[in-house]
């Protein structure tokens, strides 16, 4: 038997909402926030997450490197 047949024939129809849960989540909006106050918001979290990685993984340590790009901070410098 094929399997990749198999696979393709054991894939139930998207609409039974049993088997497939919705692709997206409807968040609920909140009129009274602004969109640009929302990213700011996000931008500043961001923000703080990098200097606390950036105090965790140093610049000095070459080992870093790695888990430093993970975090979009630069490997051999300190973030700005």
């Known amino acids: 038997m094929n399997p990749a047949r198999h696979?393709?024939?054991?894939?139930?129809?998207?609409r039974d909402a049993k088997t497939h849960p919705p692709s997206f989540v409807s968040l609920p909006v909140n009129p009274s926030v602004h969109p640009l106050d929302a990213v700011?918001?996000?931008v500043a979290k961001?923000?703080?997450i990098q200097?606390?990685?950036?105090?965790?993984?140093?610049?000095?340590?070459?080992a870093n490197a790695?888990?430093?790009?993970?975090?979009q901070l630069p490997p051999?410098?300190?973030v700005k």
């Open 76 to 78: 051999d410098r300190v």
């Open 46 to 48: 961001r923000r703080e």
């Open 40 to 42: 700011s918001d996000i």
């Open 7 to 14: 696979r393709r024939n054991d894939v139930r129809h998207p």
């Open 66 to 71: 790695g888990i430093r790009g993970e975090f």
């Open 51 to 62: 200097f606390a990685a950036d105090a965790e993984w140093p610049h000095t340590d070459p």
